[in-house]
Structures are given as C-alpha cells and as structure tokens.
C-alpha cells in the first residue's frame, strides 16, 4: 500500500513538473461583451491557437471566434519563484449569430492583446486581455455592433 501511494504520489509531481511544456489548454474568458469557454492549443513557446465559445453581447447572442497568437515577449526573470510573466497578441475572426436589434448572423475580424503570467508550481494562467471584434450584422438589415469593441477581460486557462 505505501508503495502504491508513493508512486502515484510521484506521478503526480511529474505530471505537474512537466506540465508547462504541454501542447493543450482549456479555460474561461470573463469579458466586456464575452463570456466563453476557450481552447489552446500551443505550437510551440512562441505561439498558439486560441478558441472560444460562448455568449456574446452579455446573452444576446452566441459567438465563436478563432486567434493565432504570439507570445510577444515573456519575463522569468520579474518574479522567478512564482510565475513567469507574458504580453501576446495575434488576430483571426469570429462567426455567430445576434438576437437583439438586429437578427441575423454576425461575424469580422478579431484581435487580441493580453498581459498575465504563468504560475511555476501550478499551470495555470492568469491574464487581462482585450479581445475587440468588428461584429458585421448580416440578416434583417447590415449593421456593425460596437458591443464587439467592449471586450475587455479576464482569462484564466489550465495547461495540461
């Protein structure tokens, strides 16, 4: 029985030690006009696939947007014993449909700008990030929602 608890004891720690070097992410996005589910998928240290779902404009419709993205810069140094500091950015577009005013579907670019760390124990990352997105209307009449330009957030995601 010691054994068995040791050992997964040990396996825990290596899962959790090698954890920074995983390729998947899953988290949540707290914003201005979002509130999504997301997805990453990380190429490498320099770049990664960011993809969310979920409510926007705070429930009057439902957007799902795709980001490539660049680890801009990174800190170790800042705090070397508690996180490891980042500033990304990147751009991609987004697809959905919107129920308020204007019914229809709505979709545009999208970019992203974020500043967070990375926590050395755990994997877990913290962020502020603005997500604006020129949402074009296409249904009942063509609009451009300025909701989209609200999206400031959080962002908390789980490497694994």
């Given at each position: 029985m010691k054994k068995l608890l040791l050992g997964a004891i040990?396996?825990?720690m290596a899962l959790t030690a090698g954890a920074q070097q995983t390729k998947h992410a899953l988290g949540v996005h707290f914003g201005g006009s979002t509130l999504d589910l997301e997805y990453q998928y990380h190429f490498s240290q320099r770049n990664f696939l960011d993809v969310t779902a979920g409510v926007f404009d705070l429930g009057d419709g439902f957007s799902m947007q795709g980001v490539y993205n660049w680890n801009i810069r990174q800190w170790p140094q800042w705090t070397p014993r508690f996180a490891t500091w980042k500033?990304?950015?990147g751009f991609g577009g987004g697809i959905g449909f919107y129920d308020a005013d204007h019914d229809g579907m709505i979709l545009g670019p999208v970019g992203t700008l974020g500043f967070g760390f990375t926590l050395k124990d755990i994997?877990?990352?913290?962020?502020?990030?603005?997500?604006?997105?020129v949402a074009f209307v296409v249904g009942d009449d063509f609009?451009?929602?300025?909701s989209g330009f609200k999206n400031i957030g959080v962002t908390l995601t789980y490497r694994f």
């Open positions: 040990c396996s825990l500033f990304w950015g994997p877990l990352t913290i962020g502020l990030d603005y997500r604006p997105m609009d451009v929602l300025d």
